[in-house]
């Protein structure tokens, strides 16, 4: 017997067998309408992923996976990025169940001059935990300045700057993006313009950008976007104005200006983006009604202030001028309670309503009475319904605006939020994109994955594309829509089918998977 020649014959076929076996991929995605992030129109197309790994688009049928996920009549797009999220709550709610649920893989951190602190161990205790979704923190301005001078209203001093400027290199040498400011926030709003951009010059420095709740957002809008501008030039920087918006009815219709300033400042050299969520209504701290000189040194330092008739005729003078003005939007039905821990029943109604239930005529005069004792009491958080519809869709259509929530990570039944943290991203899919065409579907996943990823700086997220990480959402184009109202916020949207992240799938078929496959990630760092 021709043992050598069998031998041979052997190792031929097993040689054939294994160059002629079809690839063998984790999951593949069948049949899809594919969006692949750059704002191009679809292609029908399967997408095979290994290791959490885009590794091939192409006509996969009849090639072997572990898990096949049929796709037909369905959208493909990258995993939403948002670009503003309160993530605060993420220690407690780590599998990130109602930014999945919209179809967010990666968020931002750290907004409105707010960051975790020590920002480093923070982001070495969520690497421990695990988190549902991929984080992204920036470092805030007012934590930073809290940490270094409390809620002083003054200039630092050289050795306090210096102090800030060190604690802004710490924190971007431990991963963060950039910085944050909230300068209508304190101490934020204590701070002068060479301060903020001392500070930003080091996060520059480093790479970081710059995102800004700005000074302003009613009257002053103008000369904040114009110092946002500024800051940009002269700290080259990166920015963001983040959540942009023309709050109050005197400023309706003025994003038309605000919109220009960006262009000119673009022509210039200028990199200044914005992000936007899609709702004609905010959410704040009640005391954003209060002007800033009243709220220095804390709330005990308020108290004492209102003891005093003068300096009580002077706060309520400027809640009332806000009230009418600003985030009051000029009625007391426009400023709607959402979290009231010293009077749970308030929650959903409005300022009228608790003028009503106090005996009171319901004046701007007696709500911003109302507004103090709020403040006395602790504070609340409120929705302000104080923005026009037609500002939101103008900010919306511009080439340079991102999608981002702004919302909270929350879990349902806890107080009355703002439903842009159920709803956002599918809002603007079902509603400004199916139901009035502001966007086209393209131009929307755009700038929900692409144009935010590329403002971060993330390199193998936000497209379909080969060799990119498997971030994924699947969504019905035809049923994607919001749920959460303002009446009725815990609410999770519907039409959105599947969700990847890392490869892994959160939502399956629908139903939210608890798991843990989002990365802190950190920047300089690959991820």
């Known amino acids: 017997m021709d043992y050598k020649g069998i031998c041979r014959s052997i190792i031929i076929v097993l040689t054939l067998s294994c ?36 590794e091939k688009i192409s006509d996969l049928s009849g090639v072997k996976a572990t898990r096949i996920i049929n796709a037909k009549g369905l959208a493909i797009a990258p995993g939403f990025i948002d670009m503003h999220a309160h993530l605060d709550p993420i220690l407690e709610l780590s599998t990130c169940e ?45 934590q930073i300045r809290k940490n270094v001078m409390g809620l002083d209203n003054r200039t630092p001093a050289e050795e306090e700057l210096t102090e800030m400027k060190a604690q802004v290199q710490q924190a971007m040498s431990e991963g963060a993006y950039g910085i944050s400011t909230g300068l209508k926030y304190l101490p934020g709003a204590f701070s002068e313009v060479e301060e903020v951009i001392a500070l930003s010059k080091v996060a520059s420095s480093q790479g970081g950008i710059y995102t800004s709740h700005l000074r302003e957002e009613g009257l002053g809008l103008f000369d904040a976007v114009e110092e946002a501008i500024s800051i940009s030039h002269k700290a080259n920087i990166p920015v963001i104005l983040t959540h942009h918006k023309a709050i109050g009815k005197p400023m309706w219709g003025k994003s038309v200006k605000t919109l220009a300033m960006v262009d000119s400042a673009r022509t210039a050299g200028l990199d200044i983006k914005m992000d936007q969520y899609p709702y004609n209504a905010s959410y704040t701290g009640i005391s954003i009604l209060i002007p800033s000189w009243a709220r220095a040194g804390g709330n005990d330092a308020f108290k004492q202030r209102i003891q005093d008739a003068k300096q009580r005729d002077s706060i309520k003078s400027g809640i009332i001028f806000n009230i009418l003005n600003d985030r009051g939007g000029n009625g007391l039905t426009r400023v709607q309670f959402a979290k009231v821990e010293w009077m749970p029943e308030l929650e959903g109604k409005t300022l009228k309503y608790w003028c009503e239930l106090k005996g009171l005529d319901p004046t701007i005069e007696n709500g911003a009475d109302l507004v103090i004792e709020a403040q006395i009491n602790g ?34 039944g806890i107080g009355h939020p703002h439903p842009r943290w159920y709803g956002t991203f599918p809002r603007v899919l079902g509603h400004y994109v199916r139901e009035k065409s502001i966007l086209t579907l393209p131009q929307a996943i755009y700038k929900m994955t692409q144009l935010p990823a590329t403002a971060l700086g993330l390199k193998n997220r936000g497209r379909i594309k080969e060799k990119m990480i498997a971030d994924i959402v699947i969504f019905d184009p035809d049923t994607i829509i919001d749920k959460a109202t303002f009446e009725d916020p815990h609410q999770y949207p519907e039409g959105i089918h ?26 300089k760092r690959h991820n």
């Open 379 to 412: 504070g609340a958080s409120c929705v302000f319904h104080a923005m026009h519809e037609e500002d939101v869709e103008r900010i919306m259509q511009h080439p340079q605006t991102m999608i981002a929530s702004d919302g909270r990570l929350v879990k349902p």
């Open 98 to 142: 109602s930014h999945i649920r919209q179809g967010v893989t990666t968020a931002l951190g750290g907004p409105d001059g707010s960051s975790p602190w020590p920002f480093g161990k923070y982001l070495d205790t969520l690497d421990q935990i695990g988190v549902g979704m991929n984080v992204a923190y920036l470092v805030g301005h007012n």
């Open 498 to 523: 599947f969700v990847l992240v890392n490869g892994q799938i959160a939502v399956d078929n629908g139903k939210f998977q608890k798991i843990k496959a989002g990365k802190v990630l950190r920047k």
């Open 19 to 54: 160059c002629t076996q079809n690839p063998k991929y984790d999951i593949i995605l069948q049949n899809g309408e594919v969006f692949d992030g750059s704002g191009s129109d679809p292609i029908t197309m399967d997408i095979g992923i290994k290791d959490s790994i885009i």
